[in-house]
């Protein structure tokens, strides 16, 4: 498993060497996207010029989930143009990428990791760890190259699967949304405002995204950000921007927040079929409609009045009605369009929906394992790289298990998500300097494989914590008044 010096892979797989490493990665572009590097000699210069890049990074290999082609397939798409510099656009991604992994996750870790193997410049003198020129670096870095780079690696995972990982034949996906906070600045509030339950000066903006994870790898293969007020702006409305990542035959698990009949509806157009709860303002009765079996029917739907979000002409081209199957699960009534028994029987219906809450642990793999809970960035462009290089992250991270699960054909859900960080950490110095770089690598793999999931079918637990957090006073003013007013308690006291 050679691999090439950063997210790339120049080894092995592709018959790579690292001396004719900038002539192969040219000639593989010129292969699998033709014209992109013939139409011009300002292209062949660009493409060489991130082909130096790529073979610059030092560090970690993801087992060709991120080839060279690829990388440079993505910069060109995005129309990245960059001069050679120290942090070129790929050494800032790659540095943010481990800040976004790094329990520190400080601009400083990150630019003494780009020092680790050269601690001395050409002068002997050491080289002192400044951030200014990478945090410029970072402004300059193309939130569009990320965002493409995820999908690449989401799409990759989800096509390396064998049918194997398949649900009945189908594939599966999971949508679920969630929030994220970020510091208080007037920039951030003016793009995503805080709630309106908190009074100005005390609350902290707020941004919502909506993700579609990979039912088998836990791979994200698509995801939406925007802020947490105005119109279109809701779980329900970032979804519709991403139903072009779903294709005829797939599986849609949700909760019940999205069994609406015109989501439902615009799935069914595209061929998807949907497994939902039943949304709680709508009633079952199971005395009517088509029976298959005890609390289990087939009910027709009627389309209601045109909302305001959905326009007039494709409100039209809905179906006016459509054939849902209802059926029980304890006191929980599901939804889906898997009408026929032959298709699915209930009892796998239940089992596949209990797997949803594999993307709620995704969601607390970003926002607590990567620590994206939180967020650093003042400005809300800054935060939506953050976030997309977060994203990216953890994507990286799937790969690496998918490669583990591999040889034992064990599920890639079944391998620790946590365990992979903190092997990926305590061994990261190693990989970083490219030393042993095979051994370390296989024994990386050898290593995920072994850290697997306790397997606790049934397991219930309250949603609360035992251990009280320390008592502190709660910020009531805003801290610029609260500070006045403490400088002017302590010159009283000093009269």
């Given at each position: 498993m050679s691999g090439s010096l950063g997210l790339c892979r120049i080894g092995d797989t592709m018959g790579w060497t690292e001396d004719k490493g900038l002539g192969i990665v040219r000639w593989d572009l010129e292969r699998e996207y033709g014209p992109v590097c013939r139409n011009s000699m300002r292209s062949q210069r660009r493409l060489q010029a991130i082909g130096q890049e790529i073979r610059r990074l030092p560090g970690l290999t993801i087992s060709g989930v991120l080839t060279a082609e690829e990388l440079a397939a993505a910069a060109e798409q995005c129309g990245l143009r960059f001069r050679q510099r120290l942090f070129s656009p790929?050494?800032?991604?790659?540095?943010?990428?481990?800040?976004?992994?790094?329990?520190?996750?400080?601009?400083?870790?990150?630019?003494?990791?780009?020092?680790?193997?050269?601690?001395?410049?050409?002068?002997?003198?050491?080289?002192?760890?400044?951030?200014?020129?990478?945090?410029?670096?970072?402004?300059?870095?193309?939130?569009?190259?990320?965002?493409?780079?995820?999908?690449?690696?989401?799409?990759?995972?989800?096509?390396?699967?064998?049918?194997?990982?398949?649900?009945?034949?189908?594939?599966?996906?999971?949508?679920?949304?969630t929030t994220v906070s970020m510091p208080d600045t007037m920039a951030n509030q003016a793009r995503f405002p805080q709630s309106r339950s908190q009074k100005p000066g005390l609350g902290f903006p707020l941004a919502r995204l909506v993700g579609v994870f990979c039912w088998s790898s836990g791979a994200l293969l698509a995801h939406a950000t925007g802020p947490c007020k105005g119109k279109n702006n809701s779980e329900l409305g970032l979804l519709r921007g991403l139903l072009d990542q779903f294709s005829a035959g797939d599986?849609?698990?949700?909760?019940?927040?999205?069994?609406?009949?015109?989501?439902?509806?615009?799935?069914?157009?595209?061929?998807?079929?949907?497994?939902?709860?039943?949304?709680?303002?709508?009633?079952?009765?199971?005395?009517?409609?088509?029976?298959?079996?005890?609390?289990?029917?087939?009910?027709?739907?009627?389309?209601?009045?045109?909302?305001?979000?959905?326009?007039?002409?494709?409100?039209?081209?809905?179906?006016?009605?459509?054939?849902?199957?209802?059926?029980?699960?304890?006191?929980?009534?599901?939804?889906?369009?898997?009408v026929e028994p032959q298709q699915a029987s209930v009892q796998a219906l239940i089992a596949l929906y209990q797997t949803r809450w594999h993307c709620e642990l995704d969601w607390r793999a970003i926002k607590q394992v990567l620590a994206m809970d939180i967020l650093r960035c003042q400005s809300p462009d800054m935060v939506e790289k953050e976030i997309a290089v977060h994203l990216l992250a953890y994507n990286l991270l799937r790969a690496l298990l998918l490669e583990a699960s591999?040889?034992?054909?064990?599920?890639?859900?079944?391998?620790?998500?946590?365990?992979?960080?903190?092997?990926?950490?305590?061994?990261?110095?190693?990989?970083?300097?490219?030393?042993?770089?095979?051994?370390?690598?296989?024994?990386?793999?050898?290593?995920?494989?072994?850290?697997?999931?306790?397997?606790?079918?049934?397991?219930?637990?309250?949603?609360?914590?035992?251990?009280?957090?320390?008592?502190?006073?709660?910020?009531?003013?805003?801290?610029?008044?609260?500070?006045?007013?403490?400088?002017?308690?302590?010159?009283?006291?000093?009269?």
């Open positions: 790929f050494v800032t991604l790659w540095l943010f990428v481990w800040q976004a992994i790094s329990p520190d996750g400080s601009c400083r870790e990150a630019v003494l990791r780009l020092f680790a193997d050269r601690p001395l410049d050409d002068s002997g003198e050491a080289i002192t760890a400044t951030t200014g020129s990478y945090c410029r670096a970072r402004q300059r870095l193309p939130v569009a190259l990320i965002v493409i780079l995820i999908g690449r690696v989401g799409e990759r995972l989800f096509r390396r699967l064998s049918k194997a990982h398949w649900w009945c034949g189908r594939r599966v996906k999971i949508v679920d949304g599986v849609v698990l949700g909760d019940r927040y999205y069994a609406s009949y015109f989501i439902i509806a615009l799935f069914w157009i595209r061929g998807v079929e949907v497994l939902f709860p039943q949304h709680q303002r709508r009633t079952s009765d199971f005395r009517k409609g088509r029976r298959l079996g005890h609390g289990d029917h087939v009910i027709t739907w009627h389309q209601p009045k045109c909302p305001d979000w959905l326009e007039e002409s494709l409100y039209h081209q809905l179906p006016e009605t459509l054939v849902i199957r209802e059926f029980r699960n304890g006191r929980r009534v599901l939804v889906t369009t898997l591999r040889p034992n054909a064990m599920a890639p859900r079944n391998l620790s998500f946590k365990a992979a960080l903190q092997t990926l950490l305590a061994q990261g110095a190693w990989l970083w300097l490219g030393k042993q770089r095979r051994g370390v690598i296989d024994a990386l793999l050898a290593r995920l494989a072994s850290e697997q999931v306790g397997d606790r079918p049934g397991r219930c637990e309250p949603r609360a914590i035992k251990r009280r957090p320390k008592p502190q006073s709660l910020l009531q003013p805003p801290r610029a008044e609260a500070r006045r007013r403490l400088l002017q308690q302590q010159h009283a006291r000093a009269a």
